[in-house]
T-cell receptor, first 109, second 118 residues
């Protein structure tokens, strides 16, 4: 089983839709979790950290389920500009990051 | 704040030559820098972790004699691809972390270097 797994998609949704991605991780000792966004041929950019209590930033909500070892990202009211690849990052001990393969989102008019 | 630069952004070289890529944290001191490689439609693969003043820690399967990493200061790390071959063609990205920026394990990425070996 891969350390971090994501459904590669693509998720093809209309503008205004709500879409959710999950990311599962195998190492129960993982300590911190993030969602990054990567546009085509560009570097990843931090979207948000994921806390045990869940956190929200505008249209984006991230949650962590330690018992089931997954994190989720919910995007409400999708915009065309949300089209990108969303990378799940899990830090194992000593803050060594492991990236998921990414989930591709395409928002169409 | 938290800007990371990489140079060059793009390089084309002949097989057998060596290529050096620089990664700089411009407005913070990076206690740790990471080097990644990303092939088309693949995830970022961590190559190595480097801490200032110490030897880099390489991930399994990454040849340390081929990918030389130097982290001489808190703002600069370099990756040298020695005797490059066409299969080394990839997108190389560095990232930096600092305890003073967004938490110890928030990574800030450089814009990447696209290497093409002919």
């Amino acid at each position: 089983r891969k350390e971090v797994e994501q459904d590669p998609g693509p998720f093809n949704v209309p503008e205004g839709a709500t879409v959710a991605f999950n990311c599962t991780y195998s190492n129960s000792a993982s300590q911190s979790f993030f969602w990054y966004r990567q546009d085509c041929r560009k570097e990843p950019k931090l979207l948000m950290s994921v806390y045990s209590s869940g956190n929200e930033d505008g249209r984006f909500t991230a949650q962590l389920n330690r018992a089931s070892q997954y994190i989720s990202l919910l995007i409400r009211d999708s915009k065309l500009s949300d089209s990108a690849t969303y990378l799940c990052v899990v830090n194992r001990g000593s803050y060594i990051p492991t990236f998921g393969r990414g989930t591709s989102l395409i928002v169409h008019p | 704040g938290a800007v990371v630069s990489q140079h060059p952004s793009r390089v084309i070289c002949k097989s057998g030559t060596s290529v050096k890529i620089e990664c700089r944290s411009l407005d913070f001191q990076a206690t740790t820098m990471f080097w990644y490689r990303q092939f088309p439609k693949q995830s970022l693969m961590l190559m190595a972790t480097s801490n200032e003043g110490s030897k880099a820690t390489y991930e399994q399967g990454v040849e340390k004699d081929k990918f030389l990493i130097n982290h001489a200061s808190l703002t600069l790390s370099t990756l040298t691809v020695t005797s490059a071959h066409p299969e080394d063609s990839s997108f190389y990205i560095c990232s930096a972390t600092s305890s003073g920026q967004g938490g110890t394990d928030t990574q800030y990425f450089g814009p990447g270097t696209r290497l093409t070996v002919l």
